[in-house]
C-alpha cells in the first residue's frame, strides 16, 4: 500500500496519475448502478485518506501523494455524457500524458462481479467513455470497466443503469468496489499488465 509523503522527496520529481470515476452527480443518482464509476473514487478516498474536497476542470477531484506518486482522484460533475470534458481539463492542468490515465466506468457487456481493465479500444456504448475519446482524440488510455450485467427481460439499459443496487446486490457490490479500488492503484504501482493479470475476470475467483 501507498504511504504518505513525508518531503523525502521534492514534488517536481512525482510521477502524476489521473484517475476518473464516472458518473451522475446528485442524490438521485447515487447508489445507481450507472455511478459505479463514482463509487469507487470513493472507495479510493477512504483507503487513501483523502477529501474530495477541490473543484477543477468541473469535477470533485482530491491529491494523494506518496514518496514516488501524485495521484488525482476525480468525480466529473458534468453528468455521464459529458464527462470528457473535466478529463480533458485536468490533464492538461497537470500535465498528465495519458499512459497515466485511468478511467473507471459502468459496463453493461461485463458480468456483475466481473472486472475488466483494457489498455484502449472504443466505447462500447458507454457515453462517459465516449465524450472522452471525442475530447482527447484517442482511445489510448486505459479504462477499468466495472460490469453491471445486462437489464433483465425487455427492461430498456437506459432505465436500468438508473436503477440503484439492490439490498440483495450489496454484499457483492462491496467486494466489486473493494476489488476496483486495489486494481487502480495497482496500475499506478506496478503498471497495467500486472493490473489486468491480477484482476481481470470474475473477483469470485481471486
Do not use: W
Request: contains cysteine; charged residues 25%; positive net charge.
Amino acid at each position: 500500500m501507498f504511504r504518505l509523503l513525508r518531503k523525502t522527496q521534492p514534488e517536481p520529481d512525482l510521477i502524476t496519475y489521473l484517475i476518473a470515476g464516472f458518473g451522475n452527480p446528485g442524490r438521485d443518482y447515487m447508489r445507481t448502478r450507472h455511478n459505479v464509476g463514482f463509487m469507487t473514487i470513493d472507495r479510493l478516498c477512504n483507503k487513501l485518506d483523502v477529501f474530495l474536497g477541490k473543484m477543477q476542470a468541473n469535477a470533485l477531484t482530491a491529491v494523494y501523494k506518496d514518496t514516488r506518486h501524485r495521484i488525482i482522484l476525480a468525480k466529473p460533475q458534468t453528468y455521464m455524457n459529458l464527462s470528457g470534458q473535466s478529463v480533458s481539463g485536468l490533464l492538461h492542468f497537470y500535465k498528465i500524458p495519458l499512459e497515466h490515465l485511468l478511467v473507471i466506468h459502468d459496463d453493461l457487456d461485463v458480468p456483475f462481479g466481473s472486472l475488466r481493465i483494457r489498455p484502449s479500444g472504443g466505447s462500447g456504448g458507454q457515453k462517459g467513455l465516449g465524450s472522452t475519446i471525442d475530447r482527447l482524440g484517442s482511445e489510448d488510455f486505459a479504462r477499468l470497466r466495472v460490469g453491471i450485467g445486462r437489464p433483465p427481460g425487455r427492461m430498456e439499459a437506459s432505465d436500468y443503469v438508473l436503477q440503484p443496487f439492490s439490498s440483495a446486490d450489496q454484499p457483492l457490490l462491496d467486494r466489486i468496489l473493494d476489488a476496483a479500488a486495489e486494481a487502480a492503484l495497482l496500475f499506478v504501482r506496478d503498471g497495467l499488465d500486472t493490473a489486468m493479470n491480477r484482476y481481470n475476470g470474475s473477483i469470485e475467483k481471486k
